[in-house]
Each structure stands twice: as C-alpha cells, then as structure tokens.
C-alpha cells in the first residue's frame, strides 16, 4: 500500500497530546502495542555507552568492540570466543531485569484493557513485567532460546542454566569447550534463536503466538482500537508499523499512536486519527499515569 508522505512529530511533550492519548485509550475497545527496541532503550537497556563498558571492557580491550549490537557480528575465531561473548550479552540483555521500570509502567497503563502486545524485541521484559504471556507475540525470536544452526529440525532450547554456567566459568574472553552448545539431533553447533536470516526456527511457541495475534485481530475488527506503536524504528518497518498504519486507514474507528525519541512519524493518510509523541517512552508513560 502506498503511503502520503509523512507527517513528523516536533520534539517534547505537549500536554494536548497527553490528553488525547488518555481520551483514546480511555476510550478504546482494545488497545495493540507494537513494541521495538526504543522501548527497551527508554527502560536502560542501551547497548552502548556506560552499559556497554560496565560489562564488556574487556572485549572492548582486546577485540576493540564499538558496541554490544555490532559485537554480535564479529568474526570470533572459536566458538570458545564467540560463546564467551554471547553468553555475557545473552545474560545482561535476557537474564538482567532492565534498570527503569518502563515496562512496569506499561503494564499499569494497559492491565485493565483488552490488549495484545506485538514486538520485534527479543529480551524477555514483557514477561518479567508481568505481561501475560498469552498475550504476547516475540515475532522476532528470544535471547533465551537457542536453536540448531543448520537447523535440522524445528524446535528451541531454553539456555539460561547453560548461559549462567558460561558467564561464571568464561576465562579470557572464552568458555571452556565442554559448555559448547550442540545440537541433540546432529550434533551441529547450536546458534542463537534471532531472526537473521532463512534458517530461524520458528518452533510450536512461535505459531500459536502468530495465531493467537491473528485471532485477536479478527475478533476486533471494526471496533475502537489505539495502535499504540512504541520505539519502532526503521529497520523492520513491515512487521509493526506499515500494518498499523494499514489497520487505523481501515478503520475510522481506530486511532494511531507513535511514542519514539527522534522518530515519531505517521502519513498525511491517517493524521486525523493519529497522535505523535517525540520524546521518551518512559517520561510519556509518566505523564499519561497521571492524566486522569
């Protein structure tokens, strides 16, 4: 579908923008939060900066790391190595409860209404919010999950006791050999369950959340719905922002709302029924809890 050319937020929090988010959700039928990594950011989980050299220091010393997301795709020698690193960022960005409480807020914000969460992102916040799990669709995959990396079959494998074991035991920026995941089919080195690329598992958890999401569209349709889009950036536009954007031009019903820092964006299309907040998740979340 062919978007107008869009409308873009100014920096800051105006309060008639408040008011209209709290009218809409108020107000809605159902409440869609799309969820992208702008949302784990405004809850503390920067991958680089302060964060970055308070746990990785030493990988910054030794393989002059930029920042944990562009460590993911260095070229480690061993798989010693490559663990070593995955482990540690698997532990801080999974096993790590996030330092504000920005998904606490969230969940307030919606535990009341009918509502489903969509989200690309992949370390777990939503569940150790509270959220319920049922209502959750990580389309992206988990850092807690591993895969087979050919893969030869279809299926994931919780990793934090394996995951603890590494961080406790790695030695020079590597894990010993023996704490190496393989695959219990073929033996194949197990890889990380992220989509990257045509060989992510999308396993039996995987479609019952994209059936429950679905079913949940259906069952709403034609009603008064707040896409509430949070953090989504321009990387993976497809799965979060273009259908809502789709979804609201359907239904006059519907009311759009972006919250993201720098990126706060709607087409002319849907500008009456959208609101645009340039300004952190967390500091909105705050404002519209106490807008009542």
């Known amino acids: 579908m062919f978007f107008s050319s869009p409308k873009v ?18 107000a809605a039928d159902a409440v869609i939060v799309g ?43 061993t798989l010693e190595e490559f663990w070593g690193f995955w482990s540690r960022h698997i532990y801080v960005n999974r096993y790590m409860d996030p330092p504000k409480p920005v998904y606490d807020k969230l969940l307030q914000l919606v535990t009341d209404k009918d509502y489903f969460v969509l989200t690309t992102n992949v370390d777990h916040c939503f569940q150790k919010a509270g959220f319920d799990k049922r209502r959750l669709f990580y389309t992206q995959g988990d850092y807690g999950l591993w895969q087979c990396s050919k893969p030869c079959h279809q299926k994931t494998y919780d990793n934090e006791e394996t995951v603890r074991a590494m961080v406790a035991e790695q030695k020079n920026c590597q894990v010993p050999t023996a704490l190496i995941p393989r695959c219990p089919v073929c033996g194949a080195p197990m890889a990380m369950n992220l989509r990257a690329d045509d ?14 999401y679905q079913d949940f569209i259906q069952r709403h349709q034609g009603l008064d719905i707040l896409y509430l889009e949070l953090g989504v950036g321009a990387n993976t536009p497809a799965i979060i922002k273009y259908p809502f ?3 609201t031009m359907a239904n006059l019903g519907a009311t759009y709302a972006c919250i993201n820092f720098g990126q706060a964006v ?8 959208s609101i645009l907040i340039n ?14």
């Not at 900066?49 to 990988?59: C, E, L």
């Open 9 to 26: 937020a100014a920096p800051g929090i105006q309060p008639k923008d408040i008011r209209r988010l709290r009218e809409a959700l108020d």
């Open 199 to 212: 060989t992510f598992v999308e396993d039996d958890g995987w479609h019952r959340a994209a059936m429950r």
């Open 245 to 247: 954007w789709q979804m």
């Open 35 to 77: 969820a992208g990594s702008g949302l784990s950011t405004s809850a503390g989980f920067d991958y680089s900066g302060a964060r970055f050299h308070k746990y990785f220091q030493d990988y910054i010393d030794r393989y002059s790391l930029a920042d944990m997301y562009s460590g993911g795709f260095y070229p480690f020698e």
């Open 266 to 273: 709607a087409p002319d299309d849907i500008a009456h029924q």
């Open 279 to 292: 300004a952190d998740i967390g500091d909105v979340l705050d404002a519209l809890a106490c807008e009542k």
